[in-house]
T-cell receptor, first 113, second 113 residues
Framework: KAGVTQTPRYLIKTRGQQVTLSCSPISGHRSVSWYQQTPGQGLQFLFEYFSETQRNKGNFPGRFSGRQFSNSRSEMNVSTLELGDSALYLC????????????FGPGTRLTVL | DQQVKQNSPSLSVQEGRISILNCDYTNSMFDYFLWYKKYPAEGPTFLISISSIKDKNEDGRFTVFLNKSAKHLSLHIVPSQPGDSAVYFCAASGQGGSEKLVFGKGMKLTVNP
């Protein structure tokens, strides 16, 4: 069974631009979560989608948004990029329930110049 | 405010010895705890979990201990192997609809041959 895939793997943008990251979950998994990893803050939860609905949300500004499609694929969008948005963005999928194991993708490394 | 804390940023041990990674949490609503391992350029990989109804869970060389009264958990790796060298993240979540994982900042384990 294929793992979680994320595209693109690397991205360079400039301040003020917007970016869209994509995540394809493991087949059969209906929950997709997004995390931001930075050296100073570690892994921080952005949001979780389940059956095309946002089920949980972290403490990030509204510039960070996401969506999930009927095939469970998910996209994350960051508008008006800031230097501090430079990070590794990780997507994780799981079947559905709270105790199900989350499987992470390799991440998208975003650099904002 | 950091709800999950890994106070030591790094640990170095000799091959064959025990590695003990510690994690403290502040939110008493957390009742499910996980450890993830992360290699560079890869997403975190699930290692082992423990529910608050238990105080110990074993899986091969990995054992997680939970002390609810102290709000403390630890991961023991015995015997440690060079391939265990990675960054380890402790994570916690609560039931009752709160499904987001809260991660610690990670600890880098180096196992020397």
């Amino acid at each position: 069974k294929a793992g979680v895939t994320q595209t693109p793997r690397y991205l360079i943008k400039t301040r003020g631009q917007q970016v869209t990251l994509s995540c394809s979950p493991i087949s059969g998994h209906r929950s997709v979560s997004w995390y931001q990893q930075t050296p100073g803050q570690g892994l921080q939860f952005l949001f979780e989608y389940f059956s095309e609905t946002q089920r949980n949300k972290g403490n990030f500004p509204g510039r960070f948004s996401g969506r999930q499609f009927s095939n469970s694929r998910s996209e994350m969008n960051v508008s008006t990029l800031e230097l501090g948005d430079s990070a590794l963005y990780l997507c994780a999928s799981k079947f559905s329930g709270w105790a199900d194991t989350q499987y992470f993708g390799p991440g998208t490394r975003l650099t904002v110049l | 405010d950091q709800q999950v804390k890994q106070n030591s940023p790094s640990l170095s041990v000799q091959e064959g010895r025990i590695s003990i990674l510690n994690c403290d949490y502040t939110n008493s609503m957390f009742d499910y705890f996980l450890w993830y391992k992360k290699y560079p350029a890869e997403g975190p990989t699930f290692l082992i979990s423990i529910s608050s109804i238990k105080d110990k869970n074993e899986d091969g060389r990995f054992t997680v201990f939970l002390n609810k009264s102290a709000k403390h958990l630890s991961l023991h790796i015995v015997p440690s192997q060079p391939g265990d060298s990675a960054v380890y993240f402790c994570a916690a979540s609560g039931q009752g609809g709160s499904e987001k994982l809260v991660f610690g900042k990670g600890m880098k384990l180096t196992v020397n041959p």
